[in-house]
């Protein structure tokens, strides 16, 4: 995904912006909210984390002006305030989640794979596809070369997630939490196991391998190794 960070604070981006790539997604940063809103204006963003208190333009502003524009990213709200009605208040802004601060990055990053999940499954997407390999999502059937692959239920969820991440390397996080629903590690070989089965069924029998391993990080599915 392509992330937006809008924060006055320098460490605390700092921070977010190498967790985040880490995590295998694309950052931009915005230390004011005039340049956050500028930056959201005329990115492609799949996500903007937004901090609350903001020089130049406050946090909720930089919403509402956004939402005015009919910009729909998703935006999670950081804050330092926690109450209820300051969480109503950036809910009604427009914002799709708000996170209080000092928080645990692992649940920023849970929050914003699942407003990720959440705007994806709101497209109208019923094929997915990479090289010659094609999911179809309404069949629940996935073919390569024209071959159909008999896929178990977490296979064909684990390769709905790597399709959808096409070319992005995704880490043992991810996928804990975007396939397991896993919000910790349990600690087992569960993925290798299912990425080792997944990768017999997909690239056992053709050329050219589809499902690359960088080591120490993750996965990725991409026509190029």
Same mark, same amino acid.
């Given at each position: 995904?392509?992330?937006? @960070? ?15 790539? !880490? #995590? ?32 130049? %333009? ?13 910009? !729909?990213?998703?935006?999670? @709200? ?35 794979? $699942? ?15 990479? $090289? ?7 069949? *629940? /059937? ?5 071959? #159909?692959?008999?896929?178990?239920? *977490?296979?064909?969820?684990?390769? !709905? ?37 997944? /990768? ?9 391998? %589809? ?8 996965? /990725?599915?991409?026509?190029? #190794?």
């Amino acid at each position: 995904m392509r992330i937006l @960070i809008v924060e006055d604070d320098a460490k605390t981006a700092d921070y977010l912006a190498k967790g985040l790539t !880490e #995590a295998g997604h694309t950052v931009d940063t915005a230390a004011d909210g005039r340049e956050g809103l500028f930056l959201a204006s005329g990115g492609d963003y799949d996500a903007v984390v937004l901090d609350r208190m903001l020089p130049k %333009l406050d946090g909720l502003a930089v919403l509402q002006a956004l939402r005015a524009a009919e910009i !729909e990213t998703p935006v999670l @709200i950081l804050s330092a305030v926690g109450h209820v009605d300051e969480r109503v208040k950036g809910l009604k802004a427009g914002g799709d989640d708000y996170l209080v601060k000092p928080f645990a990055f692992s649940e920023l990053l849970a929050r914003i794979e $699942a407003l990720s999940r959440r705007r994806s499954s709101a497209v109208a997407q019923t094929k997915l596809n990479v $090289a010659d390999l094609e999911m179809d999502l309404l069949a *629940r /059937r996935v073919t390569r070369s024209g071959k #159909a692959i008999d896929l178990q239920p *977490r296979e064909f969820k684990l390769l !709905e997630y790597l399709l959808r991440h096409n070319g992005q390397t995704v880490t043992r996080t991810m996928l804990l939490e975007g396939v397991w629903d896993y919000h910790f590690d349990p600690q087992t070989n569960v993925i290798d196991v299912h990425v080792s089965r997944l /990768r017999q069924k997909i690239d056992r029998e053709f050329d050219r391998p %589809l499902i690359h391993t960088v080591r120490g990080v993750g996965y /990725r599915l991409a026509e190029d #190794a």
